[in-house]
Every structure is written in C-alpha cells, then in structure tokens.
C-alpha cells in the first residue's frame, strides 16, 4: 500500500498498519491525522522540552502522555520512551533522567516528522 | 452494527485521538452525530445550555477522556453531577484513559451512577460492543 506515492512498507520510523486498521483503510482520514501531527508534535515537542529545562513536573506528564498516544498511534518505537518520561514524572524522578530519555527520543521524533512531511505533500 | 445513539458527545482536547476516535464511532454506526469538544469547559457549557432548551437534542452519551488541560475528565465529572436531572437522567458518561488507571481512581468511577463504563484508548469495536451491551 502506498500514500502519495511513497510506500509504507519503506518508511523507517512510522509503522501504520494498526492505525490503518482502526480506520478501515481509510487513507483520506490518515492524511488528516498526519498533517494534524506535523501541526500539532512540533510544539508539543517544544513544550515537553521547556517544561523538563523548567522542571515542571506536571507539564511534563500531561505532554508526555499526549505524545505517547500520538506515537503509539503511528507505530513511532520510541512511544514506550515517553510512557517512561511520563512514569518518571509522575513519580517525581530526578529531570536528568527524564531529560537522558527525552534526547533519545528527538532523532526518531525528526525522522517522523519527515516521512510524515513526504505523506502529505 | 444499525445506529445505536442518534446523538453522542466525545471530549479530548487531544485532536488527534478526537479525529481517529470519532471515526471509529462512525464506521460501524454507533452513532450518527457525533460532536467533537477540544475542551471540557465548553462541551460542559454545552450540556448547560441544553438543559436550558428542551428543543436541542440531548446526548445519549458523553465520551470523555482523563488528562486534559483547564479541565480533566474527573473534574468534568463533578461539575457534570451538578446539572440539572433533565440532563441527568438522559445522558451517561463513558470514561476513557490512554493511561492505566489507580485502583482509587477505578473505584471512583465503579461508585458513581452517572459513570455507564471505563474504556481504555483508542476506541475499539470491542468496548463498544461492551457499551452496547450495558445499554440493552
């Protein structure tokens, strides 16, 4: 299956095959869902940054939680990582662990947005 | 699946999770009016000014999500309990969660009245049919 020409079976950091299901294939929908990603992840992103630099705890829950349902929907790995972020927040761990976590998720979190980019142009 | 509530709520300020979820309400036929609210505050506003005009359709159900900003889904539930009985009486509250809930939270939800059910995210034909079959 292919959306605007680029294949899903070549994306690197996307996987969706489960969201494909809950849409009944509906590739129109997903197009909306993903420009409504390329919108909206960048600032969450953003916000979920300033907030561990201000070690905002309750910030960095509610975005981490919002994150981790938009990744796990389209099948983005490290959505588990911001299930982590949001544990560790949750529990009042110490921000150099959660900022640790939140780099390793920004590579994987561009590659995204890029694909998403090719999907929708 | 034949329509099975003319008129549903769903709340979450997670526009993604509203689009996709909304969709799924849609496909089968459980509903075929589904309204959208990025925000507690105003779909709660909305269910004030329905009770005030008996001539607006009252939902059947309202679909609300936990973590929302201003608002959260527990907070909507204690503003919901002070409308009016004509709301009340007509419309049930489908709780739903991302995230696990706490054994307190869960219990929170098992003793009120106005709660029909807890799902999990993203909405699922199964916990549909679940909702469906409470309803019977």
């Known amino acids: 299956m292919s959306v605007n020409g680029v294949s899903l079976q070549e994306l690197k950091f996307f996987n969706l095959t489960d969201i494909l299901v809950l849409l009944d294939n509906d590739v129109d929908t997903l197009k909306v869902l993903i420009e409504e990603f390329i919108d909206v992840a960048p600032q969450d992103i953003q916000d979920l940054n300033n907030a561990i630099l201000s070690n905002n705890l309750q910030v ?4 981490a939680h919002k994150l981790k349902s938009t990744f796990k929907y389209f099948g983005i790995v490290t959505a588990s990582k911001l299930a982590q ?12 662990q959660i900022q640790i976590m939140f780099e390793s998720i920004l590579i994987d979190f561009e590659g995204a947005l890029d694909e998403a980019k090719k999907l929708v142009s | 699946m034949a329509t099975n509530f003319d008129t549903v709520m769903l709340v979450d300020d997670n526009k993604i999770d509203a689009i996709l979820n909304k969709k799924v309400l849609e496909k089968d036929g459980f509903s075929t009016n589904i309204q959208v609210y990025n925000s507690a505050l105003l779909a709660l506003k909305q269910l004030e000014s329905i009770a005030e005009n008996s001539a607006i359709v009252k939902p059947s159900l309202v679909f609300v999500d936990m973590m929302m900003p201003e608002m959260n889904g527990f907070q909507f539930i204690e503003k919901f309990e002070l ?9 049930k509250i489908v709780f739903m969660s991302g995230s696990m809930l706490s054994q307190d939270q869960l219990e929170k939800l098992e003793h009120n009245k106005h709660i029909l059910k807890f799902i999990s995210k993203p909405i ?3 916990s549909l049919n679940s909702i469906l079959e409470l309803n019977l």
């Open chain 1, 85 to 96: 972020i949001e544990e560790l927040a949750k529990n009042e761990n110490e921000i150099e």
């Open chain 1, 60 to 63: 960095i829950t509610e975005k």
């Open chain 2, 124 to 126: 699922s034909k199964s």
């Open chain 2, 83 to 91: 409308l009016p009985d004509s709301i009340k009486d007509h419309t």
